[in-house]
């Protein structure tokens, strides 16, 4: 199975805590993008990224947050010192980059709950 | 500012009947649009997409969606429902002044359809 994989698909965090949900892009695919889930929202845009560089991170909260997707292994998003508003599905998503059109393939999520 | 509306939280078909859901948007000009679903516990898998040309596509699981420019719509429709359709479905677009890409893909909230027996 060549799909976007995402782990883990659920972890549990207390408060203050960090928090790393990681995102393999499928075969082939260049460009990274996170999104977050909260119950009964659609998604948020967080950032955008392609191998080793941010494109786009205008979604992500100033603090506390941040991602990275390396030339080598998967993209990663990094909670630090999580509060309860961050309990939320985190969905990552890749495209190839060209042809740009906007498609996005998305991995299962990562369902994050803080205690 | 660029939205993407799906006026109904919430919709209940009966198995076998027929479904529409609406999807409005405001941009400029003709974006990308697109119709995700998400079952539960689950990613968002394409449905289908519009980038040009016919404007009634068809997509995956008997699914089909018009794009009226007029009333700046894409409203997905379905004849008859399967039980397994009980899902989200949530519209996108891309503008195409952002170059298409999907750095400027907004969704809409989606729509929770219940599929009754």
Redesign the interface.
Known sequence: NAG?M?NPRHLVRRRGQEARLRCSPMKGHS?V?W?RQLP??????MV?LQKENI??ESGMPKERFSAEFPKEGPSILRIQQVVRGDSAAY?C?S?PGLP??????????SRLTVL | AQSVTQPD?HITVSEGASLELRCNYSYGATP?L?W?VQSP??????LL?Y?SGDTLVQGIKGFEAEFKRSQSSFNLRKPSVHWSDAAEY?C?V?PLYS????????????THLIIQP
């Open positions: 976007v995402q460009h993008y999104y009964e929202e659609g998604l948020k845009f955008y494109i786009d969905f998503a495209s740009n059109t906007g498609e996005l393939f998305f991995g299962e999520g | 939280i990308y697109f995700y516990g689950q990613g968002l898998q394409l997409k980038f949530f996108a891309v170059g298409g890409g999907a750095d400027g893909l907004t969704f809409g909230k989606g």
